[in-house]
């Protein structure tokens, strides 16, 4: 069982950056790939970021390549999303996810543990 809470979302201008921080709890964060995923309203969940279970790895998606840097810290159980350059196409809610496979799947079905997301929002 894996417990996450996010954290970091807020109100930022066009061009600004956050950083999302997602602590888990329990012993075995180490052995789940991490992924984020957000959430606008009226849309479905989509696929931002994955990230390997010892960091070697990362996926994006194409919208965020180059803006977004996902990371993570096994030593403090918490996986990281820095968000760069953003746009008011960024706005939504943004959860991190818990994958048991080793895999930078962008499937949400992939993912076993959910967090309770934090909002994101970029004014133009």
């Known amino acids: 069982q894996v417990q996450l809470v996010e954290s970091g979302g807020g109100l930022v201008q066009t061009g600004g950056s956050l950083r999302l921080s997602c602590a888990a709890s329990?012993?075995?964060?180490?052995?789940?790939?991490m992924g984020w995923f957000r959430q606008a309203p009226g849309k479905e969940r989509e696929f931002v970021a994955a990230?390997?279970?010892?960091?070697?790895?990362?996926g994006y998606a194409d919208s965020v390549k180059g803006r977004f840097i996902i990371s993570r810290d096994n030593a403090k159980n918490t996986a990281y999303l820095r968000m760069n350059s953003l746009k008011p196409a960024d706005t939504a809610v943004y959860y991190c996810?818990?994958?048991?496979?080793?895999?930078?799947?962008?499937?949400?079905?992939?993912?076993?543990?959910w967090g309770q997301g934090t909002q994101v929002t970029v004014s133009p």
């Open positions: 990230v390997t279970t010892n960091g070697g790895y990362t």
């Open positions: 996810a818990a994958n048991p496979l080793n895999s930078l799947s962008a499937v949400v079905a992939a993912y076993d543990y």
């Open positions: 329990g012993r075995t964060f180490s052995s789940y790939a």
